[in-house]
């Protein structure tokens, strides 16, 4: 396993743009397939977006498709989502997660390895 901690949330107003970073420990997380998750109070945690260990496969939510881009920079052992045209209903707690395989993705019983978490607030 790989430890990840996510950083970048904050509060902005809709419309806005963060980007999130998620840092990992560990020489072989480049070999990890990873992924974007959030947690809004009361309901469940729910898929946000994928990138493959290599960055050549990308998967997203049909809620973010269009705004939201995960890439990832191997060599600095960093995961990023960037979160454009932000809307109220985007405020969460988004979670990081690696794993090394990338099979049902939106299950987030299928990823070994999460994050501590960072919030995102927008406000209308």
């Known amino acids: 396993q790989v430890q990840l901690v996510e950083s970048g949330g904050g509060l902005v107003q809709a419309g806005g743009s963060l980007r999130l970073s998620c840092a990992a420990s560990?020489?072989?997380?480049?070999?990890?397939?990873t992924g974007w998750f959030r947690q809004a109070p009361g309901k469940e945690r729910e898929f946000v977006a994928a990138?493959?260990?290599?960055?050549?496969?990308?998967y997203y939510a049909d809620s973010v498709k269009g705004r939201f881009t995960i890439s990832r920079d191997n060599a600095k052992n960093t995961v990023y989502l960037q979160m454009n045209s932000l809307k109220p209903e985007d405020t969460a707690v988004y979670y990081c997660?690696?794993?090394?395989?990338?099979?049902?993705?939106?299950?987030?019983?299928?990823?070994?390895?999460w994050g501590q978490g960072t919030q995102v607030t927008v406000s209308s």
């Open positions: 560990g020489r072989t997380f480049s070999t990890y397939a």
């Open positions: 990138i493959s260990w290599s960055g050549g496969n990308t």
């Open positions: 997660a690696a794993d090394r395989q990338l099979v049902t993705i939106t299950t987030p019983q299928k990823w070994g390895s």
